[in-house]
């Protein structure tokens, strides 16, 4: 069956820190990747996406690619902000299934 | 324009009674998903629905919790004879058709959050 492993957190960075998140799945067929982001106190948001292999998505300064032959889609950010501080939770979709999650990545930052 | 709306947005009930948690998708979505969120959990999907039928009713955790889609657009879930355990943030998701190859981006709304004392 689908799964995704991300690590386990929480992550604490001070301002303009580049920030990592690592996800890997595991999937059949193709599946389609998702980042998102939930702000405290609010509901999830998607912040970035990509349908296939290669693609980057890009959202807020975030980026993500997906890499078939590592079966990963990491988060990246180059200098993160307070604003940043949220739990983040990396997905995988089928076709028109349900979203499988990680078990989500606190980050707190740091003024 | 609108997002996806849930209502209540906090539901504090006693052990046995019954609670409905509604959910409003965008419009035009014809897919809508229920998740549940809980401490230690994470998300876990529940059921999911294309147009007013469920083809995956998998992740619903016993015969208690229910759930119906009328006129294709709002769903109500209903939890028969609430326990502790059923506590958790109730968060719906909808998506529109879209291409079969790919799957839609689902978009969440702000979730019900479910105290069973």
């Known amino acids: 069956g689908n799964s995704v492993t991300q690590m386990e957190g929480p992550v604490t960075l001070s301002e303009e820190a580049f920030l990592t998140i690592n996800c890997t799945y595991t999937?059949?067929?193709?599946?389609?990747l998702f980042w998102y982001v939930q702000y405290p106190g609010e509901g999830l948001q998607l912040l970035l996406k990509?349908?296939?292999?290669?693609d980057k998505g890009s959202n807020k300064g975030f980026e993500a690619t997906y890499r078939k032959e590592t079966t990963s889609f990491h988060l990246e950010k180059g200098s993160v902000q307070v604003s940043d501080s949220a739990v983040y939770f990396c997905?995988?979709?089928?076709?028109?299934?349900?979203?499988?999650f990680g078990s989500g990545t606190r980050l707190q930052v740091q003024p | 324009g609108a997002g996806v709306s849930q209502s209540p947005s906090n539901k504090v009930t006693e052990k046995g009674k019954d609670v409905e948690l509604r959910c409003d998708p965008i419009?035009?979505?014809?897919?809508l998903y229920w998740y549940r969120q809980s401490l230690g959990q994470g998300l876990e999907f529940l059921i999911y629905?294309?147009?007013?039928?469920?083809?995956?009713k998998s992740g619903l955790p016993s015969d208690r919790f229910s759930a119906e889609r009328t006129g294709g657009s709002v769903s109500t879930l209903t939890i028969q004879r609430t326990q502790q355990e059923d506590s958790a943030v109730y968060l719906c998701?909808?998506?529109?058709?879209?291409?079969?190859?790919?799957?839609?981006?689902?978009?969440f709304g702000p979730g019900t959050r479910l105290t069973v004392l």
């Open positions: 629905f294309q147009g007013n039928s469920a083809p995956d």
């Open positions: 990509a349908t296939k292999a290669d």
């Open positions: 997905a995988l979709g089928t076709g028109r299934r349900a979203l499988t």
């Open positions: 419009s035009g979505h014809t897919a």
């Open positions: 998701a909808s998506s529109g058709k879209g291409l079969a190859e790919f799957t839609d981006t689902q978009y």
């Open positions: 999937a059949t067929g193709y599946p389609s």
